[in-house]
């Protein structure tokens, strides 16, 4: 026999006893996950698992409705700005800015969830109202914290879009236009302040470029020379402290 022979009889050999001896994973007693679908015996049924289905969906958009019905656009942008105007690169990283901006949203919208929680969600898990009187009650607060930051100019616009009726007082607002109005009324306030931080950076930028043309430094990078007096004015005027007391009461008042 030829040594290709023997080596394919020894492969067949070893895949028989394998087969024949049961294996590590077979002899263990591993538990089998099984999902099915059976016959609905009531209405109730059917309700609980549309409930289930309302909830798996509320819970994939939650990131969705973290960034358009919180402070945390205007937060995450205006912290993006800073970081780009003082030209650290990467310094913060995104990670340290999100989750910045994750608490400060959290700090924000304190009173919000309390309200919410005091107006519909206890209500409705002690069983005082139903889960539509929930949801009605639950959208007063979020209203009350959206109009505030929201410019009319933006809401009118969303209002025509839909060619729905005027509102006649602002509790009248629909959600369907109200949240697209909000959040762009945040990114153009999140892109004025983003402005206004660009400002100091830049003229620190200029004249640090001024002084090393002057000089006759045309090879020396005037980023290499403007950073650390960047880092150094921004320390001293405590703008950690500044930018974000500012982006806390700019919600707060």
Not at 65 to 89: H, K, P
């Amino acid at each position: 026999m030829t040594r290709g022979g023997r080596v394919l009889l020894g492969a067949v050999g070893v895949a028989l006893h394998s087969a024949a001896t049961p294996s590590w994973a077979q002899e263990q007693l591993l538990p089998a996950l099984r999902f099915g679908l059976e016959r609905a015996t009531g209405p109730q049924d059917v309700a609980l698992s549309l409930q289930i289905v309302f909830l798996l969906t509320v819970l994939s958009l939650a990131p969705a409705l973290l960034i358009l019905l919180t402070s945390f656009t205007r937060i995450v942008v205006v912290l993006s700005f800073l970081r780009n105007a003082m030209g650290t690169q990467s310094m913060p990283p995104n990670q340290v800015i999100v989750g910045l901006a994750l608490f400060l949203t959290l700090f924000i919208m304190a009173p919000t969830g309390t309200a919410v929680y005091n107006d519909a969600l206890r209500p409705y898990l002690d069983g005082e109202i139903s889960q539509g009187q929930a949801l009605e009650q639950a959208g007063g607060p979020v209203r009350q914290f959206l109009l505030p930051q929201t410019r009319e100019k933006d809401i009118a616009l969303f209002v025509r879009l839909s060619k729905q009726p005027a509102p006649r007082s602002p509790q009248e607002v629909p959600f369907t236009a109200l949240v697209p109005a909000f959040v762009i009324s945040e990114l153009r306030t999140a892109f004025t302040i983003g402005f206004l931080i660009y400002v100091p950076f830049v003229i620190v930028d200029m004249v640090v470029a001024s002084v090393l043309m002057s000089m006759g430094m045309f090879m020396l990078p005037p980023m290499m020379v403007s950073l650390p007096f960047k880092l150094v004015f921004f320390v001293l005027i405590d703008g950690w402290h500044l930018i974000v007391g500012s982006l806390a009461r700019s919600f707060l008042q």
